[in-house]
């Protein structure tokens, strides 16, 4: 990152810059509500506040357009807010993504969005408590999770929902579409679950239910309603998707298959070509998520 990455490339015309970078800012899960103000010291290994300025003031130099915060619980970095407002006063745009297990109080999303923060994200893998919650293992997280949304909403702070999609919830795919509109969420982000073990691969999706589900997504992208639409939308770990789209859009009048690529289902480390990740944390809190 020490040189400038919004030039456009001699051969390819593109800028040469990552579209977001995703800084996971800690391990830790305080399972109690406190103040991001009132945290306890910095974990050793994780960035301090000067190296995380100067991440920042780079994210600024390359004109990348978003920055993600993640992790195991980024409200347990005490400096939280300073950081979000030295990268809003430089016109860094940031996001920050709450596992399930953190319970988030009245008055931290107000903080939050007065110190610049543009999008809060949530994990919400199924349409009902049941689904969600087994899917993490805790009962109560479904729940948890609605009121954070509730309590983003209040002050009128836009939403995105993460989605792991796998053949455990497969088949909620529209129930999900429909709550995620009735929610008003801003952004939709679904994974497709990466097997980290071979003998989990059963749980990934083969290449025909990859097809349906890019069906079903591209289908609610372009629904309208009088009084509601669902979410914009984007996926992971599914990098031919937008390929398909194309296809779809060129061949709207024709009878023909809306992906035939034969590695729809081989979704893997591509899939993060356009993302960088600066990481701090530990394998157990990326059982979800493919590797780079």
Known sequence: MGQ?????????????????????VTNSINWKPVSPRSRAA????????????????QIADMHVPLLALTGGDPLGRPDLLPLIEFASERSVRTSLTVLPMVKIEPGITAELKACGLMRAAFWLNGSTPGL????????????????????????QMPVQVNTMLSRRNFQNLDPMIELLTRLDVSLWHVFFY???????AGEMLNADEHEEVFAKLYAASRRRTSRSRPPK????????????????EENSQKRLPFLTLPEASMMGKGSYSSTLVVRHIPADFCRFRAEM
């Open 4 to 24: 400038p990455a919004a030039a456009v490339s001699k051969t390819s015309g593109y800028r040469s810059r990552p579209l977001q970078v995703t800084w996971e």
């Open 42 to 57: 910095r974990e050793f290994q994780q960035f301090s506040t000067a190296e995380g300025f100067h991440l920042i003031e």
């Open 132 to 155: 969600h919650d087994h899917f993490w293992g805790m009962p109560g997280l479904y729940r948890r999770t609605m009121e954070s949304i509730g309590l983003c909403h209040e002050v």
């Open 194 to 200: 990466v097997p980290p073990k071979r003998e989990e």
């Open 233 to 248: 939308g984007s996926t992971i770990n599914a990098i031919c998707y937008s390929s398909g789209c194309a296809n779809r």
